[in-house]
Structure formats: structure tokens, C-alpha cells
């Protein structure tokens, strides 16, 4: 069965620093791959996704995430955070095998972003 | 073009009742999926249902039930209340069947059992 593993409960980074969030994924193959962001009191919203092609993807809000296969990973990045980004982000894979939009998340990250 | 929207925002239930969840799909999707979030969790697979059928679904109970309505709109219906299906309730409406990972999810609904 699929899984996904976001290492990193809770990060705490100053506005105007680099960001990394960490994604893991188990699955027999490559699935789509996606991150999604979730303020308080929101739905989630789609930041980016990779499919195949390009393993660096580009995102909404200056967002960008790269696959690496050997790794399993999907990591999240941003070069200068903004007090804006405080939320919590989600990893989350879809079963490139199946007929079904069926979405695995990760358990999430909370960032908090230091003024 | 309107956005996915589920009513109510909230609301709170004792152990043992019935509840009822709407969704409405944004504009042009037929697809609508319902995912479970609990606290401090991400949000877990219900069912999916396309063309007013259930499409798949995820480890729930049977006591979660959902409906399609021929406009795309949406019901999860929870039977026999349990505290731990206090929860938000997302529904996510995409354009298409099949691997259709296009999806837009709405506020949720956050339901409180006691």
C-alpha cells in the first residue's frame, strides 16, 4: 500500500530564510505526486504537482519541489519565506495504476515563520 | 467560476446520531470525493462518487454513506456517531473520472461528537 512520510511535525523558520520540507513516499513505482497547503479555517490548496518529464517542478507562490527517485522524495522548497506562509503543507501521492483520483497524504507540516 | 462549498461550517453531535454533510461541486466537476481529517492528521480517503454511483472507496465503515445528485452536488451521511469521528470533512470535486487528480477541495465541515 502506499505511504507517505513527512519526517518534520512542526518547523519553525525567520521571514526572509530558505525552506525545505521533506517528503517520503512509499509506492512499487512513480505516482503523482503533489503538495498542498492548508491555512486555518481553509480548504487545501494545490501548490504543485509532478506527473512526469522535468523533475523540478514550479509551484504557485514561489514554490518549487523536486523529485528524486532514488530517494523516494518529494521535497518541498521555497528560497525566501513570507510571513504569508504560515500554514501547515501536506505531501500526497495518487496510485498512477488505478482509475480511481484517489489522494494518500502525509500526516503534514506545520510552519510557523518568525517575523 | 464558483468554488467548491460545503455546508455547514460546523457543527456538533452526540454519540449515537445520525449527521448529514453537503458538498457542492465547482462548476463543470462530476467527480466528488470525501476525505476524513482528524486532528493532527491528514486527510484519509472516504469514497468517491461519479455519475451518482460510489466510484471507490477507502477503510471506512459501511455506517458512512454518500450520495451524488444529478446536478453533481453531494451528501456524506455518517449513521451510529462515534467520538472518533469527530473530524473536518473535506470534499474535493475534480472533472472527470477515472485518474482524475485535478482536485479542488473545499473548506470542510467540522464535526464535533460528544
Known amino acids: 500500500a502506499q505511504s507517505v512520510t513527512q519526517p518534520d511535525i512542526h518547523i519553525t523558520v525567520s521571514e526572509g530564510a530558505s525552506l525545505e520540507l521533506r517528503c517520503n513516499y512509499s509506492?512499487?513505482?512513480?505516482?503523482?505526486l503533489f503538495w498542498y497547503v492548508q491555512s486555518p479555517g481553509q480548504g487545501l490548496q494545490l501548490l504543485l504537482k509532478?506527473?512526469?518529464?522535468?523533475?523540478l517542478v514550479q509551484g504557485i507562490k514561489g514554490f518549487e519541489a523536486e523529485f528524486k527517485r532514488s530517494q523516494s522524495s518529494f521535497n518541498l522548497r521555497k528560497p525566501s519565506v513570507h510571513w504569508s506562509d504560515a500554514a501547515e503543507y501536506f505531501c500526497a501521492v495518487g496510485d498512477r495504476g488505478s482509475t480511481l483520483g484517489r489522494l494518500y497524504f502525509g500526516r503534514g507540516t506545520q510552519l510557523t515563520v518568525w517575523p | 467560476e464558483t468554488g467548491v462549498t460545503q455546508s455547514p461550517t460546523h457543527l456538533i453531535k452526540t454519540r449515537g446520531q445520525q449527521v448529514t454533510l453537503r458538498c457542492s461541486s465547482q462548476?463543470?466537476?462530476?467527480?466528488v470525493s470525501w476525505y476524513q481529517q482528524a486532528l493532527g492528521q491528514g486527510p484519509q480517503f472516504i469514497f468517491q462518487y461519479y455519475r451518482e454511483e460510489e466510484n471507490g472507496r477507502g477503510n471506512f465503515p459501511p455506517r458512512f454513506s454518500g450520495l451524488q445528485f444529478p446536478n453533481y452536488s453531494s451528501e456524506l451521511n455518517v449513521n451510529a456517531l462515534e467520538l472518533d469521528d469527530s473530524a473536518l470533512y473535506l470534499c474535493?470535486?475534480?472533472?472527470?473520472?477515472?485518474?482524475?487528480?485535478?482536485?479542488?477541495f473545499g473548506p470542510g465541515t467540522r464535526l464535533t461528537v460528544t
Open positions: 474535493a470535486s475534480s472533472r472527470a473520472s477515472g485518474a482524475s487528480y485535478e482536485q479542488y
Open positions: 462548476s463543470g466537476h462530476n467527480t
Open positions: 509532478y506527473f512526469s518529464g522535468d523533475t
Open positions: 509506492y512499487g513505482a512513480t505516482p503523482y
